[in-house]
């Protein structure tokens, strides 16, 4: 009998806790269907909000989501100034899925799939504006088809970065001739490499993060990169000569691990990806007038800005995009449809 008793009781009490699961399921349903995506978006830049095109992106990627009504669905925190790890290292963890998101040129993917440094090789695109019109003309499309395919990584957006590539150095360089033997950094990336050792220079790449410390230790005689980026990370303080080279309009691409893509339900994913793309429209606009503001704000800290031959250094570099094509012939396409794009 009381073993009767102690199974009907318990038979009482497991209905009773199955009523209150079923009464509260709703609720508990609604928080799940509610629960907020959270992801990392990494820049190698410093966190400024005007001259750095991580935080600026992140910024307009913001106000996006909250514009499609996406702000309280999706929550991404943005890590600048290389806190994730040096860029090499962030794009292999976004192939991963470690990461989920990262602001960066190009240049970077060209470490895991080559066919990306078409966009790196020197002198290739005359201006940002060309640039556009090529990519909306599908010169970019079979980039990131190779890079979905060779590293799982989706381009969800095309910005600039905040100006042409140039070189600033310790003394003047006018001409390749002035260029001669200097150590100026790359990118770690062959095609940059290459682009800067026949304009002359004696090529050094090295990672972003240590770019300050080797001016200062005379490891280096100056970099190549765009005037915001400069003037955001204060390389001006250590080289005082700014030629407007402008040998690369390398574009920036916004990365996506197909990790995160995947994991996203159709509908979110649909508003996320029109976020990111409306707000690499808005980065563009951004970099466009910051570019001449930062040049003028670097004279200002006492930087001569330098008007170079850029034909002759031009010249030089023209082999470069032949060879690129004899060895991978896929490029051709993407090459031959940017050259025949009138900005």
């Known amino acids: 009998m009381t073993s009767n008793r102690v199974s009907r009781r318990i038979v009482l009490q497991s209905s009773v806790a199955a009523t209150a699961w079923l009464t509260a399921a709703p609720a508990i349903i609604g928080r799940a269907e509610a629960a907020v995506m959270k992801m990392r978006c990494s820049s190698s830049l410093p966190n400024d909000p005007k001259y750095a095109n991580g935080r600026v992106y992140y910024d307009n990627l913001v106000k996006s989501l909250k514009a499609n009504g996406l702000g309280e669905q999706i929550e991404v925190t943005f890590f600048p100034d290389n806190q994730l790890g040096q860029e090499i290292d962030v794009i292999n963890s976004v192939k991963l899925g470690v990461i989920d998101l990262m602001v960066s040129g190009s240049s970077i993917s060209a470490n895991l799939v ?116 400069i003037l955001a990370s204060k390389f001006y303080e250590t080289a005082k000569h700014y030629a407007l080279t402008q040998h690369i309009f390398s574009p920036l691409a916004v990365y996506f691990s197909d990790t995160s893509f995947n994991r996203m339900a159709p509908k979110l994913r649909e508003g996320f990806l029109d976020a990111a793309n409306k707000a690499a429209i808005d980065t563009r606009a951004h970099g466009l007038a910051v570019e001449k503001e930062a040049l003028a704000a670097l004279v200002e800290k006492g930087v001569t800005v330098v008007e170079c031959d850029k034909e002759a250094y031009r010249k030089r570099v023209l082999p470069q995009t032949d060879n690129f094509i004899k060895a991978r012939p896929e490029a051709k396409a993407v090459v031959d449809l940017i050259r025949a794009t009138q900005a």
């Open 114 to 229: 080559p066919l990306v440094g078409t966009f790196d090789l020197g002198y290739l695109f005359t201006s940002f504006q060309q640039q556009t019109k090529a990519f909306d003309a599908g010169a970019a499309k079979p980039i990131e088809a190779a890079l979905l395919k060779g590293a799982s990584i989706h381009i969800i957006g095309w910005a600039y970065n905040f100006g042409a590539r140039s070189v600033l150095a310790k003394k003047p360089v006018k001409t390749p001739e002035d260029l001669a033997g200097l150590k100026i950094r790359t990118l770690p990336n062959p095609i940059i490499t290459e682009c800067l050792r026949l304009m002359g220079a004696a090529a050094t790449p090295l990672a972003f993060g240590e770019i300050y410390t080797a001016l200062q230790a005379g490891v280096l005689d100056g970099l190549e990169h765009d005037p915001p980026t």
